[in-house]
């Protein structure tokens, strides 16, 4: 028998049903903000049992961006997290001692943009040059923003950058104390909305409009974790993958499961943001015809080569060393009906 067939063989899905508490595996999971509509899907695998029925015992946690996820995984403080690609990517262009990846895609969208208010005349991403932009150090959106400015053809370099806490983010544009903000779709949107700024007068710039056509939020796991547990990596990609299509099916259930997480949760708000996430970001016209897990690896390499030109890396990567489809589940898991 060789590797591969061996692999194969050790990542055929757990039984499911009858599975006793002793024989659960503990999973550490960091989700890659705070609980909102987009992550409400998360909470449903874990709510509705998901996890459990393929014998993971599984601890959630908000997660603070999502180049703060795989810093925690590779130090030890998650198994696993959802997360957007790219940082990681970056990680591993840097740092070849890393030894995660991704076994599984899930958004097939980039939901990574600039945002900006029409009072501060930006109108195109070179409208940034001299400009303040507010983010997280750990923000995806900030620390993929010089592939962006390169995709875009300007100097990225020539933006004024200001860290913030994530809460604070979104209120330092509507004050006019930065001129922009980077992050998702799905959470600068909503939070400037919430904040009472009208739509028609945000701007948004998304990074695939302007030639960084990233793939994007993604399990991230390293490859010690998932070839110790294959069945487990599995059943994760299992769960969340259902909970996926039972969120698109009934968005008010998620949105319930949420607020049960998080009491103060604005039903409105949060339902909006799940829709754009669902309908949007993961459940494009290619994954409603084909299903999960049918990954254009091209794609995946383009943008692993983005980052290294873009970071101005020589070491490069070849998109296996990001994206292992062998722990995807059978192909009628990955496509419900």
């Given at each position: 028998m060789n590797r591969r067939t061996a692999l194969a063989l050790s990542l055929?899905?757990?039984?499911?049903?009858?599975?006793?508490?002793?024989?659960?595996?503990?999973?550490?999971?960091?989700?890659?903000?705070?609980?909102?509509?987009?992550?409400a899907a998360f909470l449903v695998a874990l709510e509705r049992g998901h996890f459990?029925?393929?014998?993971?015992?599984?601890?959630m946690e908000r997660g603070f961006g999502s180049g703060d996820?795989?810093?925690?995984?590779?130090?030890?403080?998650?198994?696993?997290?959802?997360?957007?690609?790219?940082?990681?990517?970056r990680m591993k262009l840097e740092r070849p001692d890393v030894d995660l990846f991704t076994p599984f895609l899930l958004y097939d969208a980039t939901a990574l943009a600039v945002m900006t208010l029409k009072r501060e005349n930006i109108a195109r991403p070179a409208d940034l040059v001299g400009k303040s932009i507010a983010a997280p150090d750990s923000d995806a959106g900030r620390q993929l923003f010089p592939a962006f400015a390169r995709a875009a053809g300007f100097d990225g370099s020539r933006v004024n950058w200001i860290s913030v806490a994530p809460p604070l983010r979104e209120p330092?544009?509507?004050?006019g104390r930065a001129n922009a903000i980077t992050g998702f779709?799905?959470?600068?949107?909503?939070?400037?909305?919430?904040?009472?700024i009208r739509d028609e007068d945000i701007v948004t710039m998304k990074f695939n409009q302007f030639g960084a056509d990233f793939y994007a939020t993604a399990l991230l796991t390293s490859r010690r974790w998932a070839q110790a547990n294959p069945a487990a990596t599995t059943g994760i990609i299992r769960a969340l993958i259902r909970a996926q299509y039972d969120s698109l099916a009934d968005p008010a259930m998620a949105i319930d499961v949420l607020r049960r997480r998080e009491p103060l949760?604005?039903?409105?708000?949060?339902?909006?943001?799940?829709?754009?996430?669902?309908?949007?970001?993961?459940?494009?016209?290619?994954?409603?015809?084909?299903?999960?897990g049918q990954v254009d690896t091209a794609r995946v390499q383009r943008g692993i080569d983005a980052v290294r030109e873009a970071f101005a890396i020589q070491r490069q990567v070849p998109w296996s060393e990001i994206y292992d489809p062998r722990y995807l589940p059978a192909a009628a898991d990955l496509r419900l009906t």
């Amino acid at each position: 028998m060789n590797r591969r067939t061996a692999l194969a063989l050790s990542l055929a899905p757990l039984a499911a049903p009858g599975v006793h508490s002793q024989t659960l595996t503990n999973v550490r999971f960091s989700a890659d903000w705070a609980f909102q509509g987009p992550q409400a899907a998360f909470l449903v695998a874990l709510e509705r049992g998901h996890f459990r029925r393929e014998g993971l015992n599984v601890t959630m946690e908000r997660g603070f961006g999502s180049g703060d996820v795989p810093v925690k995984i590779a130090g030890g403080a998650f198994d696993v997290g959802v997360a957007d690609v790219n940082p990681m990517i970056r990680m591993k262009l840097e740092r070849p001692d890393v030894d995660l990846f991704t076994p599984f895609l899930l958004y097939d969208a980039t939901a990574l943009a600039v945002m900006t208010l029409k009072r501060e005349n930006i109108a195109r991403p070179a409208d940034l040059v001299g400009k303040s932009i507010a983010a997280p150090d750990s923000d995806a959106g900030r620390q993929l923003f010089p592939a962006f400015a390169r995709a875009a053809g300007f100097d990225g370099s020539r933006v004024n950058w200001i860290s913030v806490a994530p809460p604070l983010r979104e209120p330092m544009l509507a004050q006019g104390r930065a001129n922009a903000i980077t992050g998702f779709i799905t959470s600068g949107i909503f939070s400037l909305r919430g904040l009472g700024i009208r739509d028609e007068d945000i701007v948004t710039m998304k990074f695939n409009q302007f030639g960084a056509d990233f793939y994007a939020t993604a399990l991230l796991t390293s490859r010690r974790w998932a070839q110790a547990n294959p069945a487990a990596t599995t059943g994760i990609i299992r769960a969340l993958i259902r909970a996926q299509y039972d969120s698109l099916a009934d968005p008010a259930m998620a949105i319930d499961v949420l607020r049960r997480r998080e009491p103060l949760t604005d039903i409105p708000l949060e339902t909006a943001r799940l829709r754009m996430a669902l309908e949007e970001l993961t459940f494009t016209a290619h994954v409603r015809q084909n299903g999960f897990g049918q990954v254009d690896t091209a794609r995946v390499q383009r943008g692993i080569d983005a980052v290294r030109e873009a970071f101005a890396i020589q070491r490069q990567v070849p998109w296996s060393e990001i994206y292992d489809p062998r722990y995807l589940p059978a192909a009628a898991d990955l496509r419900l009906t």
